[in-house]
């Protein structure tokens, strides 16, 4: 990402070779992302993963639909992972991966039916670079084609940290490396072709167990709250309720 400093770089690459954990250490919570991408998934789209690390989410689309998946990320190392984890497996679909960065995304990319992130904006330091960013992936899509923003919020994070204080809890604080989206600066901002349909709050329910109710018992136990506890595990199987919690999806559309 041409935006992000040397520090962010070096801390993906050194990220590079932890598998599932690459990403988050939080593997439950990117279950859930994955989840909610697919359900916008089928047969046939020709696919752009942006900030893809080491693959993951394009591995698992690739693995469950006929799919043309070309995943970028701004780490060489996360791409040599990727490459790596993806050698030898088994796809329904076809998956590649380039190195390429967000602003300045280059090379020859045919246009796609879909492209998606995975809290790859919020790395950007300043709104400008991110709304930059958000303009250059509309410009990867066909007329009518679908951007699936799945980043942070600032907002949905500050109505958990709001809860999280009603019941003696700290606040939580965004990474060093992540300026979070702000739903004003979206609402006023310049996106090209692309047209905001509408905002998915799929994290809701899994932030509130995860980072309420288990936080709290965990903190009443004198413990660290486990990301793999049976209350994260049974948010899962949860719809998501309310629009709390700091992940959610932003579904752009191109113009036609």
Known sequence: MSG???????FWNDRAGLGEWAGTN???????????????????LRIVDVGCGNGIT???????????????????????????LSAGQSFKGRVQFVVGEVPGIVGDFNPCDLAYTERVIINLPTWEEQQR???EIGDLLKPGGLFLMCENSQDGLN??????????????????HNRYLIDEEISRGDFGSLRLERVVY??????????IVNAFLAAQAHEDPRYDSPVNQLALRLPS????????????????
């Open 4 to 10: 992000t400093s040397d520090g962010v770089l070096d």
């Open 26 to 44: 939080d593997v439950v919570a990117k279950r859930l992302e994955m989840e909610t991408l697919a359900g916008f998934v089928r047969d046939g």
């Open 58 to 84: 394009a591995m698992e689309l690739a693995r469950r639909y006929a799919v043309d998946v070309t995943g970028i990320d701004f780490s060489p190392e996360m791409i040599a992972a990727a490459k790596g």
């Open 133 to 135: 960013g958000i303009r």
């Open 159 to 176: 109505e958990l940290n709001d809860l999280r204080a009603r019941v003696g809890l700290s606040p939580i604080q965004p990474p060093w």
């Open 202 to 211: 799929y994290s809701s329910t899994y932030y509130f167990l995860s980072r």
């Open 241 to 256: 309720i309310g629009n709390l919690g700091q992940g959610r999806l932003w579904v752009w559309r191109r113009a036609v």
